[in-house]
């Protein structure tokens, strides 16, 4: 390995152990919430992943920080290694399921310095998580009003709208800025991968839409790219 992918490398693990510390750290000295915790982790995933992806030159080592992640929250959720940022009813592997996404999203996407890279599309696809579902989770449990169930499991109006709003927003900047795309553009394919990703965060249970809800947007913006 060389130095480049080296430095690429504990700049991404400074990002997603930190956003583990972060949490850790809030829950035991200021009481803050799993739920705070759990969204603190998952947008350390999704934006460490954004802000480092330059960094590498290999998309090979680019696959070794989410996937240890994956290991890692697999292994807090069995033996509760970081209460922070485990789920109240201990059955939801979303943090676990994410940073699969991203190692699945950046191995097909994903390679630096060929004409065929198009990781700006496996990076806005992430972005759907980062800030739609964690958005869409706040607002569902503190402010959705509008109930409805999907076998079972509870969700809110509000919750799905507002991850297709902070799915959506996401997107855009990322498509424009990472992916050329002229702004128009931008935000039409993302209001599109939006609708998209809160379908199947709708019909997604226990955590599995931090894995579908990122694919399935980053496979639409795949084949509207290839219609464009």
Not at 74 to 94: I, K, T
């Amino acid at each position: 390995m060389d130095r480049h992918n080296l430095h690429a490398l504990l700049a991404s693990f400074g990002f997603l152990l930190g956003s583990l510390a972060a949490a850790e750290i809030g829950h035991r000295a200021f009481h803050a919430s799993r739920l705070m915790g759990r969204s603190l982790a998952l947008i350390g995933i999704g934006m460490g992943t954004l802000i480092t992806l330059p960094m590498f030159s290999s998309w090979r080592w680019g696959l070794v920080p989410p996937l240890t992640m994956a290991v890692l929250y697999y292994l807090s959720y069995r033996y509760e290694l970081f209460p922070a940022v485990e789920d109240d009813e201990r059955v939801n592997l979303g943090l676990v399921f994410f940073p699969l996404s991203v190692a699945l999203l950046l191995g097909w996407l994903w390679r630096p310095g060929s004409p065929d890279d198009m990781s700006y599309l496996a990076t806005a696809g992430l972005m759907a998580t980062t800030w739609g579902d964690t958005a869409a989770a706040w607002v569902g449990r503190h402010f959705g009003t509008r109930r409805y169930r999907f076998f079972g499991h509870p969700r809110t109006m509000e919750g799905t709208l507002t991850l297709f709003l902070g799915a959506s927003a996401g997107m855009a900047p990322v498509l424009a800025l990472a992916g050329h795309m002229d702004w128009h553009q931008s935000v039409a394919f993302a209001l599109i991968a939006g609708t998209v990703a809160a379908c199947i965060e709708i019909v997604s249970l226990y955590g599995s839409d931090n894995l579908t809800v990122p694919c399935a947007a980053a496979l639409t913006l795949y084949a509207l790219s290839l219609f464009s």
